[in-house]
């Protein structure tokens, strides 16, 4: 339910028990009106606690809101993809965390441009697909061969068949 639905309701329902428990003192007497509170009660109940749903669903998202459609998770680790050229780049930092190295200066003269370069847009350097390939290959790290066909089958695979479905028209592009 929308956060303006729930609003709505709950303004109602309070507006309701006040003018109830107002009529209810003003004309029966202070024990009547003191009874009556649990029914002001279970008027704002419903509204109060489907709120409290929302927002907290709202709260477990909005940290990944940024990421949305970017963010992949592998062996309990975020690996950040952006989208370059129609081409999706691993950000390097997280793709070398699961193999168990760190970015060095050194890799861009390893890598060429077309491997490892600065993502436009943002402060990161990454990898293409073939980069990632490469750099996962020449790992003798135990999850290297494993999240090399995480990344194609997951991640790139996925993503082709999204702009196709796109291209169809069949579903809203990113």
Known sequence: MDANRILLMFVVRLALS?????LVYRYVGMIPFILSIPI???????PILEGASSWFGWARKQPYEEWQGRYYEFANTQIRIFEVDGQLW?????LLRVIGEK?????????????YAPIPGTRFH????????KVLK????????????????EVYKAHNRRREMAAQG???PY
């Open 40 to 46: 002001a009660g279970a008027l704002l109940a419903k």
């Open 103 to 115: 970015p060095t200066l050194m890799l861009g003269s390893v890598y060429g441009a077309g491997d």
């Open 90 to 94: 691993a950000q390097d930092s997280d």
């Open 170 to 172: 069949a579903i809203k």
């Open 126 to 133: 990454g990898f293409s697909p073939s980069g990632a390939e």
């Open 138 to 153: 020449a790992s003798n790290h135990y999850e290297a061969a494993r999240m090399l066909m995480w990344l194609q089958r």
């Open 18 to 22: 006040a003018a109830i428990l107002w």
